[in-house]
């Protein structure tokens, strides 16, 4: 089994790349999916926030996801908090989630991990994929696809690791600044290269 992590910069199009691999064959675990899954009413998760956070944020029964996001981008203590809680969760989710994909005979499994390179989880794969775009393509993708203010997402990205120093670090790159077919053919590449490694 080849275990592969996929990472990116805010807008720069993982969730494409990470769907063309899921249509190749891989088992796509994604870091996003399991935030939600912890989150959950009713599970640790949700129960460790409501009591380090307060009731006010949860809305209709679940956490008030927007309104903590606001909180923590703005104070990093209340960040560290909040990761001290979810990332072992997210993990853990994770792990479980690989495992089962093992079992069910995948050979090629990708996790799909916004954050990969800022919390030094790099070592765990055996390839990490960077999806790259310049940063000034990351800021207009954010606001002409996600509606976000300039500064907003100007914000977004200066709270990441630079992507430039993400492209560094990575052991491949897909550059995703030109055609959904010029994308696609380096992800069948890469495709190519996993299998041919594994």
């Known amino acids: 089994m080849k275990l592969i992590g996929l990472t990116g910069g805010a807008g720069s199009g993982k969730s494409t790349v990470s769907a063309t691999l899921r249509e190749l064959g891989a088992a796509v ?5 399991a935030t939600h899954a912890v989150y ?18 949860v809305r209709e029964g ?4 927007p309104r903590l996001g606001e909180l923590v981008f703005h104070d990093k203590d209340a960040r560290r908090r909040l990761n001290a809680i979810v990332h072992p969760l997210v993990r853990e989710w994770m792990a479980a989630r690989t495992a089962e994909a093992v079992e069910a005979g995948s050979e090629v499994v990708v996790q799909d991990v916004p954050l990969l390179f800022e919390n030094g989880l790099a070592g765990l794969y055996s390839m990490v994929v960077l999806v790259y775009v310049p940063e000034h393509l990351q800021v207009k993708r954010l ?20 992507i430039e120093e993400k492209r560094k670090l990575a052991s491949h790159v897909i550059d995703n600044s030109g055609s959904r077919e010029a994308t696609r053919r380096q992800v069948d590449r890469l495709w190519i290269d996993a299998l041919a490694s594994r």
């Open 29 to 33: 675990i994604d870091a996003d999916e």
């Open 40 to 57: 959950e009413p009713g599970s640790p998760g949700f129960d460790a926030v409501v009591s380090e956070f307060g009731p006010e944020y």
């Open 62 to 65: 679940r956490i008030d996801r």
């Open 143 to 162: 606001v002409d696809g996600r509606g976000l203010t300039a500064e907003r997402a100007r914000a977004m990205i200066a709270a990441q690791m630079p």
